[in-house]
C-alpha cells in the first residue's frame, strides 16, 4: 500500500488541480460578439429568442429568463401570493437560497427532514409538518437527485398549496418520464457558472400557468404589466423588482441550451465512470441510482462511513486534498454542506433592520425554532456526505482516474489505521474554524 502524501509519499496527482469549468465554444463566443456588435447589452431580442429556446426545451408555454437562481425564487413565491404569517416547507439539505427566497417574502421557512437515500424531502416529513398557515412546498433536487413529487402534489392538492420545484442542479433531469421543473406549478433553475449550463451568472423559471407568468415577468420588471409593454410607466401596485437578465447572458445561454442534452450526457457518463472505478470500495456509499426516474449530475457525492473508515470527513478530505484531486478552500463554500436550520441566519432568527421580523411578527400566529436535532437526518448527511467532485462536460479520462484513485488510496489507508488502532488527526484547528 503507498504511503499517504500528507504522510510524505508521493501525491496520485501532481498536475493542477481539478476545477470546475464551463462549457465555451467558439458559438458561445461569436453570439457573445453578435450582441455587442449590435450594442444591445441589457434584455431585448436575444433574451425574448432565449426564453422561447428554454420553453421549446422543456416543452411548456412560459419561460423567463433572471439574473439569478436565487431571484427565479423570490419571483416565484413572490407570484404564489407568498406574504406574512405565512408558512412554506423547505429542504435543510440545500444551498441557502432554496430557503432565505422565502424571507424575502416575510413568510417563515419551515424545514421538513429528508430521505436519508437520495437526500431529497421526505413526504412523510412534510405531510407531518402541514398547518393551516402552510402555503408553497419548495422540493429541491438536489445534485440532480430525484424527489418523489407524487406524494408531494398529492398533498398540495389535499391542502390547497403551491409547489416550487428548486430544479436549479438537476437540469434534464426525469421524474416518471416528466421534466423535472414541469411538475410544480413553477420551476426554477440557475445558470451560474458550473451548473449544467451556464451564462455566468442567471437563472430562469419556467410554468404553463399564464397567470403566474405574468405576475412573475412583472416582478422580473419593476412590476410592469406585460400587456403593457416593457417600456410601460404604469406599474400594477406591487413591489418593484430588477431582476432581467442581459442580452449577453441571453446569448451565451442560447447556445447552452442547444448543446444541453449533449453535456448532460457526457456528466453522466462522467459520473458512471467514477461509481465503476469506485464499485466495491469499502467504507463509502456512492451516489444513488433512482427508482422514479433518470437522475443527472452537478457534483459527484460520496457517502463516507465513519464507522468503517475510522475518523470523519474533515480527516478524510484533508488526505484526499493532498493527494491533489480536492480544494481545501471547498471548507468554507457551498461544498461543504451546513444544514440550513442550523446557519446562524435561522438559529438567531435575524431579521431585516435589526428586527426578528418574520420569525416574531404580530401577522404571524405560530412559533418556530431552529435548533439541532430539528432534521436528524439532513443533520448526519451533512457530516458523512461529501462533495467530491463535479463532473462536468470538460474532465478528461485521466481526471477521473485520478479522482477514484484517490479516494481508494486515503480509504484503503484510513481502515488499516482503524485496524491498527492508530488515530487519524490530519486536520488541523485551522481547518476546523472553517467549518
Same mark, same amino acid.
Given at each position: 500500500m503507498s504511503k499517504l502524501a500528507i504522510e510524505g509519499g508521493t501525491p496520485v496527482r501532481s498536475k493542477n488541480p481539478i476545477v470546475?469549468?464551463?462549457?465555451? *465554444?467558439?458559438?458561445e463566443f461569436d453570439a457573445l460578439v453578435q450582441v455587442a456588435s449590435q450594442k444591445k447589452l441589457r434584455r431585448a431580442e436575444a433574451a425574448v429568442e432565449y426564453e422561447q429556446t428554454i420553453?421549446?426545451?422543456?416543452?411548456?408555454?412560459?419561460?423567463?429568463?433572471v439574473s439569478s437562481g436565487t431571484t427565479a425564487l423570490h419571483i416565484a413565491l413572490a407570484a404564489f401570493g407568498i406574504g406574512p404569517g405565512d408558512e412554506v416547507i423547505v429542504t435543510p439539505y440545500t444551498f441557502v437560497a432554496s430557503d432565505t427566497a422565502v424571507l424575502e417574502q416575510n413568510a417563515i421557512p419551515i424545514?421538513?427532514?429528508?430521505?436519508?437515500?437520495h437526500l431529497t424531502l421526505d413526504p412523510n416529513e412534510v405531510a407531518r409538518l402541514i398547518t393551516p398557515r402552510t402555503k408553497a412546498i419548495i422540493p429541491v433536487t438536489i445534485s440532480g437527485s430525484l424527489v418523489d413529487m407524487d406524494p408531494i402534489m *398529492?398533498?398540495?392538492?389535499?391542502h390547497n398549496l403551491w409547489v416550487l420545484e428548486d430544479a436549479c442542479q438537476s437540469l434534464g433531469a426525469t421524474?416518471?418520464?416528466?421534466m423535472v421543473g414541469t411538475i410544480g406549478h413553477v420551476g426554477v433553475f440557475s445558470t451560474i457558472t458550473g451548473k449544467i449550463t451556464n451564462t455566468g451568472e442567471g437563472g430562469f423559471v419556467i410554468t404553463n400557468d399564464s397567470d403566474l407568468y405574468d405576475k412573475m415577468w412583472g416582478y422580473t420588471d419593476f412590476a410592469r404589466k406585460k400587456s403593457l409593454g416593457p417600456a410601460?410607466?404604469?406599474?400594477?401596485?406591487?413591489?418593484?423588482?430588477?431582476?432581467r437578465i442581459t442580452n449577453m447572458q441571453a446569448a451565451i445561454g442560447t447556445q447552452q441550451m442547444k448543446r444541453a442534452w449533449d453535456m448532460i450526457r457526457k456528466r453522466t457518463e462522467n459520473a458512471d465512470y467514477l461509481s465503476s472505478k469506485l464499485e466495491g470500495t469499502p467504507g463509502i456509499v456512492l451516489p444513488p441510482k433512482s427508482p422514479w426516474g433518470e437522475r443527472v449530475y452537478f457534483y459527484y457525492l460520496i457517502r463516507l462511513l465513519p464507522q468503517v473508515l475510522g475518523t470523519d470527513m474533515l480527516n478524510f478530505a484533508v488526505a484526499?486534498?493532498?493527494?491533489?484531486?480536492?480544494?481545501?478552500?471547498?471548507l468554507s463554500t457551498t461544498r461543504w454542506m451546513v444544514p440550513q436550520h442550523l446557519e446562524p441566519l435561522f438559529v438567531n432568527k435575524a431579521g431585516y433592520g435589526g428586527t426578528k421580523c418574520p420569525f416574531e411578527c404580530p401577522l404571524y400566529e405560530g412559533h418556530v425554532e431552529y435548533y439541532r436535532g430539528l432534521c436528524p437526518v439532513a443533520e448526519q448527511a451533512c457530516d458523512e456526505v461529501f462533495w467530491l467532485a463535479s463532473v462536468h462536460p470538460?474532465?478528461?479520462?485521466?481526471?477521473?482516474?485520478?479522482?477514484a484513485d484517490a479516494v481508494k488510496k486515503v480509504v484503503f489507508e484510513l481502515i488499516d489505521r482503524k485496524h491498527k488502532g492508530l488515530a487519524v488527526e490530519y486536520a488541523t484547528d485551522e481547518h476546523r474554524a472553517l467549518l
Open positions: 470546475e469549468t464551463d462549457v465555451f *465554444e467558439q458559438e420553453a421549446d426545451w422543456f416543452n411548456v408555454k412560459h419561460a423567463i429568463a424545514f421538513a427532514d429528508v430521505d436519508p437515500v *398529492e398533498l398540495a392538492k389535499q421524474y416518471k418520464g416528466k410601460s410607466k404604469y406599474h400594477f401596485g406591487l413591489p418593484c423588482t430588477n431582476y484526499l486534498a493532498a493527494e491533489g484531486v480536492y480544494n481545501l478552500r471547498y470538460l474532465l478528461e479520462k485521466q481526471d477521473l482516474d485520478d479522482i
